[in-house]
């Protein structure tokens, strides 16, 4: 038993050793120093589109053991906007011995704009028909494209099967957290079958104050009783007023033989 004890004892004491001189050589032989990444200048104006060799662009990184590693430098986040149009940059970078350094600055976009609504139906309804504003109306955006499924109702008074003019509010955001508003009438009326129907190019436009756009020039087709009628024959009528900013809608008419009338809007947004 003796001897049992002393083997056992000498093997726990070699085995210490052993991982002793493991730990040391290791700790001597490991880099436990970060890396630092340099940047040239605070902040750096780039395109909604640009890329990481973009994003990069004046951003160096060393390492005492390592040297230059500027290569191993990635874009590692990006955030939501901090400001009108700008963002802050993460970048990070990695040692052959897995350690972790991070730097920011910040990107200014140089062609940002705003989310827009865009509108594919006018908001003109009969009593017969089903009302899904969300099949309608959508929103683009410079950075995200198309974001329609960002469009939140967030308030209206429609009721069903009520002739009226009933309040929309709309709201999107992309994902920087820009969130744009928007207001609009919806029309339900009492109309013919045979009224005519008029339709348009487009049927939301966005303009700069000041912009004094030809309305007519909208008007892709109209017809009654399946025949063709002169878009000449159509009369339009708006509160539109080009130097003040805001949400304005533009009535297009047009009567057949019989007196029945149909009607569509043009929604035009004056920005500054």
């Known amino acids: ?26 700790k001597n032989n490991t880099d436990t ?7 040239s200048g605070e902040e750096i104006e780039v395109k909604v589109n640009a890329t990481d060799a973009e994003l990069l662009k004046g951003v160096t ?23 009108d149009g700008l963002c802050t940059v993460t970048y990070a ?19 940002y704009t705003p989310p827009r609504f865009t509108m594919s139906y006018p908001l003109v309804f009969s009593l ?11 929103a683009t955006d410079s950075i995200d494209g198309d974001i329609s499924d960002k469009v939140v109702v967030t308030a209206t008074n ?27 009438p919806v ?35 109209v017809t ?11 009369k339009i009528s708006t509160d539109f007023d080009s130097q003040t900013p805001g949400v304005y809608s533009v009535h297009y008419y047009a009567s057949n033989s019989l007196g029945d009338t149909g009607h569509t809007i043009l929604t035009v947004i004056v920005e500054e």
């Open 1 to 26: 038993m003796k001897v049992l004890r002393l083997v056992t004892a000498i093997s726990f004491v070699v085995t210490l050793c052993i991982f002793f001189v493991f730990y040391v050589v290791t």
């Open 33 to 39: 120093t970060i890396p630092t990444i340099k940047i």
């Open 61 to 83: 990184a060393f390492d005492e053991k390592d040297g230059d590693i500027t290569s191993s430098v990635v874009v590692e986040s990006i955030s939501k906007f901090i400001g």
């Open 93 to 111: 970078v990695a040692d052959s011995d897995n350690n972790v350094a991070k730097n920011t600055r910040t990107i200014r976009y140089t062609d």
């Open 128 to 138: 017969d028909d089903s009302v899904d504003v969300r099949s309608i109306v959508g």
């Open 158 to 184: 429609f009721t069903d099967n009520t002739v009226g003019v009933f309040a929309l509010s709309l709201q999107a955001t992309n994902s920087k957290g820009d969130i744009i508003e928007l207001e609009l």
């Open 187 to 221: 029309y339900v009326e009492d109309k013919s079958l045979l009224a005519p129907i008029i339709e348009l190019n487009e049927y939301m436009i966005y303009i700069k104050k000041g912009e004094k756009p030809n309305f007519r020039t909208y008007i892709s087709t």
């Open 224 to 234: 009654a009783n399946n025949s063709r009628l002169s878009n000449d024959e159509v």
